[in-house]
């Protein structure tokens, strides 16, 4: 909707859809990092210090019956780091210290297995450290020998807090590049939608509307429905405004006869005097005539071509049209010595719109009236048969050649020779579109003498 | 001036005719393109008004066809239609004016008139043969100073002859010229004519002279 606020751009909508999960997948990416990171910065940390653990455990001997030891330096050099974490140890025998630091925190031995090297945090000297210990079995020697080596965690909470700057950075970037490159990426993905609006919008700068088919060049899959939709709607404007374009020239062409007419006839009523004037005036008359018939017919097919698309159908009784018609008529059939009747005592009633059923019988009754001798008739008939109701109009005139029949229902088509009587060429049109729109059927049949039209309503 | 009409609506046709007989002018009318061929050939029209529209062949296919047949008769086409196309192919068939309806009758009768002229090699609006003017446009003849005070047929007959003076006209071509075929041509309604132009030419204008069996001819002064 345009305008409408609350749908936002397409651009936020998939930066929203975009960067959302993204951010949302960089904050689970995050933790599980941190985890597994502290998982492996322990792990490593606890290799080094379970090193130095075994190489001190190595040297501790029995030696007469007693237990002595040599503290390698190369143990603790395998502890020495840029955060300069203050290492301890205590080897204990029986519980009793040998060597090392007497305060760190003792193991119960019964809970430490024989030469299997066991990790665990404790608090010393109010730091938080890590003790590696082990207990040994040395020959002849009955109490058990436990040795521990501990580190502060300097070392570890900098290589934690470095791994984990590292991966923070990382997912910033890729979220950052992420909502940075949406708008480029947005405006080439969006290239071919302007490519269509392109092709949309040059239509509105021809001065005479132009419903081809858009030319936006090959389109992605996603757009090319949107390209045969408007392409459907535009077929359809074409073939809607193609009528009425048709119809206005039939139209303007048909009224410049008769307007030459009057220009003439005026020039010659202005000129002449006496009889000339008053016979120019007749044929000023008669061309007034003829185009007021004109227009009353051409806003007919108009209507009847517009008319009951939405209007619900009422039930008409063709009986009480046909008597409107006929009577209306009836000045002008005496006036032409032609006779109408309404035939048949049926009383059939259709459903459909009074309108349109009033206007298709005026249209045939009055070329009846028009095509006819003098003492001829036009005769109405309401038929009702097994599949439809019948409504059959028949006159006495010159009929019309099975050849001409699809021709007689064009528009503006006259039939005959020059000198026959002056229509319009628009009355079978009218009730061909009439009856269209009543879903009847309108066909010529063969007769004897003169033009028979059957419209036939189906059947309910 | 002779005139075939071939125009299919009758009130049109009617308004028409009028017109030009009221402008001094022979016109005959057919309303088909088939009796329009039939009727060009055998008469000495100076000037064809064509319909486009017509109900049995266009008014396109009648001017093609007459000037396959090498006529060389001056035609105005008349159309209803707007269309640019039309009047370029009107014109590049052969036709040598071309007017839309509705058009200003006044306007029909000045391209009549120019085109009959013309027809004759001759397109100056004013005629001259010695003393004698003839003005095509208005009509109007003088010898000298003094306005001739001429009937439609008349001055149809002198415009006829003063265009070959100095050449014979077949008494035939004259009237083919004159009258329409609808109109009643009595034995000597051409002498009726020539007698009373002599009469109103008399003294100082141009002589006419009868060339006993043939027909006529104005000195050429």
Known sequence: MPGDTRTPALRTRLLVAMVGPLLLAAVVIGL???????????????????????????????????????????????????????????IAVGGELLTGYADLSAPDPATLAVDVPRYRFARYRDQDIRIAEVRRALPRIDRPVVIQIAETLDNRRALNRRLMIALLIGECVLVGAAALLLRPALGWSLRPLARLRGAVEARDERARPDFSPLEAGPLPSELRPLAQAFDRLLAQLDSATGGVRRFTADASHQMRTPLSVLK????????????????????????VTRLERLVTQLLALARAEEAGVSAPL????????????????????????????????????????????????SNLIDNGIRYNRRGGTVSVRLAVVDTATLMIVADDGPGIPAGHRDAAFERFVRLGAAGSPEGSGLGLAIVRSAAARLNATVELEDAERGTVVVVRFPSA | MRILMIEDDAALARGIAALLRAGGHAVDHVATGRDALA????????????????????????????????????????????????????????????????????????????????????PLPVLGVGTLTINRSSGEAKVGDRTLDLRRRERTVLEALATRAGRVVPRELLIGEVFGFDEPVGGNAIEVHVTRLRGKLAPDGPEIRTVRGVGYMLDAG
Request: hydrophobic share 45%; charged share 30%; aromatic share 4%.
């Open chain 1, 264 to 287: 003439v006839q005026v020039a010659l009523a202005r000129r002449g005097s006496g009889g000339e004037r008053a016979e120019a005036l007749d044929e000023i008359a008669e061309a």
């Open chain 1, 32 to 90: 599980v990092g941190a985890t597994l990171i502290a998982d492996v910065v322990r792990r490593t940390s606890d290799r080094v210090l379970g090193g130095a653990l075994g190489a001190i455990a190595e040297t501790v001997q029995v030696e007469r019956g007693e237990v002595t030891l040599d503290l390698p330096a190369a143990a603790f050099g395998m502890l020495e780091n840029g955060e300069r974490d203050n290492v301890y140890y205590r």
């Open chain 2, 39 to 122: 009727v060009v050939a055998g008469e000495p029209y100076a000037v064809v008004i064509l319909d486009v529209g017509l109900p049995d062949i266009d008014g396109f296919t009648v001017l093609a066809r007459l000037r396959e047949r090498g006529d060389r008769v001056p035609v105005l086409m008349l159309t209803a239609r707007d269309a640019l196309d039309d009047r370029v192919r009107g014109l590049d068939l052969g036709a040598d004016d071309y007017l839309r309806k509705p058009f200003e009758p006044e306007e029909l009768e000045a391209r009549v008139r120019a085109l009959g002229r013309r027809r004759g090699g001759d």
């Open chain 1, 314 to 361: 009422e039930a008409v009784d063709l009986r009480e049209v046909a008597g409107a018609v006929i009577t209306r008529l009836f000045a002008q059939a005496m006036e032409a010595g032609v006779e109408l009747t309404l035939e048949g005592d049926e009383r059939p009633v259709v459903p459909g719109h009074r309108t349109l059923i009033f206007e298709i019988l």
